[in-house]
């Protein structure tokens, strides 16, 4: 049984920064896109960011020039770096995790992480 393990959310000011941490753990597992979603209340999950292990990334618009994705093969591990946040990137945020180039429902996926961007 693959787990991922998110930390590293919290409450932050307009314009402050957070990072994310994701840890997958468990069985033997080799992560090939791993990434970063968030769903605001009232709104439809949407993917905020993507990281292939061939060192691709993907990135929402309204987060390109403030988020940064990056990872650790080894550890499986993946992070986010938020920085110049807005009141509108409030939302929980979930890792998420496949062996394949693309993430399903069907695929790992994280407890999520409260960001809470005060105005």
């Known amino acids: 049984q693959v787990q991922l393990v998110e930390s590293g959310g919290g409450l932050v000011q307009t314009g402050g920064s957070l990072r994310l941490s994701c840890a997958a753990s468990?069985?033997?597992?080799?992560?090939?896109?791993m990434a970063w979603y968030r769903q605001a209340p009232g709104k439809k999950r949407e993917l905020v960011a993507i990281s292939e292990r061939n060192g691709g990334t993907g990135y929402h618009d309204s987060v390109k020039g403030r988020f940064t994705i990056s990872r650790d093969g080894a550890k499986n591990t993946v992070y986010l770096q938020m920085n110049s946040l807005k009141p509108e990137d409030t939302a929980v945020y979930y890792c998420a995790a496949s062996i394949r180039t693309f993430i399903t429902d069907s695929d790992y996926w994280g407890q999520g992480t409260q960001v809470t961007v005060s105005s």
């Open positions: 468990g069985s033997i597992f080799s992560a090939n896109a």
